[in-house]
């Protein structure tokens, strides 16, 4: 049907500054319609091949220019973006699902200020000098960035997890072989349309797509590529792992979490509410930093349960384009299927299904009856073993139980085998310090959730990751460090 396949986005590999064709194609799904609206290459070893060796013979000149010159050069890439934001905004929630508000008010403008953010810090890095006076010796450190680096993205935040990577590989001196998911691969390739006008060199940024098993395995087993930067899932992440080892390859890796909500009955729930809602089904849920397990003290469990569940029942579910929308459709058929299996478990298990999820009817839009829709759904009665609280669902899912005592909960919190993020409710300042200290987790939010500061490290304990970014973080993960000794 080449009449058809016409109508369709066709993506190209970014190569040496060049849109390249590939020799072969997957089928991208709009994921509020259930149709193909894009075709993605299927790249593998030739490409990444290619990619490699664009990005190693850009290296030395763009690993020579000042921090301040790229600077430069990343701040004008975030200003082309910044001014194409609502083309981005709008290709961003076609190809996730996401809606049109979070695209626009998260994705798109947290990639700009990724880069803003990185091409700030790259100014302000020192490195460290001791002496020792008596044989006569100083010694300093000095720090190069590390060569060509591959950034594997996922698909539910896709620019700004692309951007989170490809910022301060660039800025340190590092050039680039980024993959993005191939099932959301099209503002990656957008912005590649606006490099060479940032003022990138040619082969500083190369983008190839395709899947896991085939162009991103090309790239961590690529031997000239000595740093690997993914997120994603634990099980990808240990096959990276296993594939990097003979080449000793730098890994950072954030992979997701089981995220617990913890809220004592001293909370103020007029906050905690629409904020725990929030964390729950924002984005669909599919946010590695959601809260999934939503522990509430026993007090309160009843009210909680009232009013969370009331609140839930309010948000529209639809097409994401509708600005009133507040939930989108599900990346795709297959995780959707995953999503609602979860339910079907904890049903079977004796669990009750509060809201969403086979309980309320689903009215959508003509145009979306084929979409990968799922309303907001609240489980409880669930034990801590069943796989609904102990295994990442990523969905629009969320498990409510009760718990006593502090001591307790911190416990229950911290027997999954993730540690990314936690959130803590309580007006009690002692017991916030005492429990944020004890929770098993890279980030603790307290009477907020998903605040920022890019300065401060960012990843996970346990199977939520290795390593950490942030200015300080990224800029170690991206350079080498020498400790240079001097007699005199």
Not at 168 to 177: D, E, L, S, Y
Not at 186 to 215: D, I, Q, R, S, Y
Not at 294 to 323: C, H, M, T
């Amino acid at each position: 049907t080449m009449a058809h396949s016409k109508a369709l986005l066709v993506l190209e590999n970014f190569i040496a500054g060049k849109f390249v064709p590939c020799s072969s194609y997957i089928d991208s799904y709009n994921p509020s319609t259930g149709d193909v609206y894009c075709r993605v290459p299927d790249s593998g070893k030739e490409e990444v091949e290619a990619a490699v060796k664009a990005a190693k013979a850009a290296f030395p000149i763009w690993s020579s220019k000042s921090p301040l010159e790229r600077s430069q050069i990343l701040n004008k890439l975030a200003d082309l973006i910044e001014h194409d934001l609502e083309a981005f905004a709008q290709a961003e929630s076609k190809d996730q699902g996401k809606t049109i508000t979070f695209a626009r008010t998260v994705d798109i403008p947290r990639a700009v200020y990724n880069f803003r953010f990185f091409a700030s810090s790259i100014l302000h890095h020192t490195t460290e000098c001791t002496e020792m006076a008596t044989v006569g010796c100083m010694h300093y450190t000095s720090r190069a960035p590390v060569g060509v680096a591959g950034l594997i993205s996922p698909w539910n935040l896709p620019l700004y997890l692309l951007t989170w990577k490809i910022a301060p590989a660039i800025a340190c001196g590092n050039t680039v072989v980024a993959k993005p998911s191939e099932m959301t691969s099209v503002t990656a390739w957008m912005m590649c349309k606006l490099l060479e006008k940032a003022g990138v060199p040619h082969g500083v940024v190369n983008v190839v797509f395709g899947t896991g098993a085939k162009a991103g395995e090309a790239l961590v087993c690529h031997p000239d590529v000595p740093l690997i930067s993914f997120t994603g899932s634990t099980l990808t992440a240990q096959r990276i792992t296993e594939k990097s080892a003979p080449h000793c390859k730098r890994l950072s890796l954030e992979l997701g979490g089981k995220n617990p909500a913890i809220i004592f009955d001293d909370a103020d729930l007029s906050q905690c509410i629409p904020t725990t809602l929030r964390s729950s089904f924002a984005n669909q849920g599919e946010i590695c930093l959601c809260t999934s397990r939503i522990f509430v003290q026993r007090g309160i469990y009843s009210e909680f349960l009232k009013r969370f569940v009331a609140e839930a029942k309010k948000w529209k579910v639809g097409n994401p384009s509708d600005p009133t929308v507040d939930v989108g459709a599900l990346i795709s058929k297959e995780h959707l299927e995953k999503v609602r299996s979860y339910v079907k478990k904890a049903q079977a298990e004796g669990a009750r299904v509060l809201c969403g999820e086979g309980v309320d009817s689903l009215a959508l839009p003509a145009g979306n009856q084929k979409g990968y829709f799922m309303l907001p759904t609240v489980i409880v009665e669930v034990k801590d073993e069943s796989c609904c609280m102990q295994e990442e669902i990523f969905g629009p899912v969320t498990c409510v139980v009760a718990f006593d005592t502090e001591e307790e909960v911190i416990e229950r919190a911290n027997s999954v085998k993730y540690g990314l993020a936690a959130t803590v409710w309580s007006s009690n300042v002692g017991r916030v310090h005492r429990v944020a200290r004890r929770l098993q987790s890279g980030l603790v939010w307290t009477n907020c959730w998903l605040i920022r500061d890019l300065n401060l490290p960012f990843g996970g304990m346990k199977a939520s990751g290795i390593g950490r970014e942030g200015a300080k973080d990224s800029y170690e993960f991206f350079t080498e460090v020498k400790t240079i000794t001097i007699k005199h």
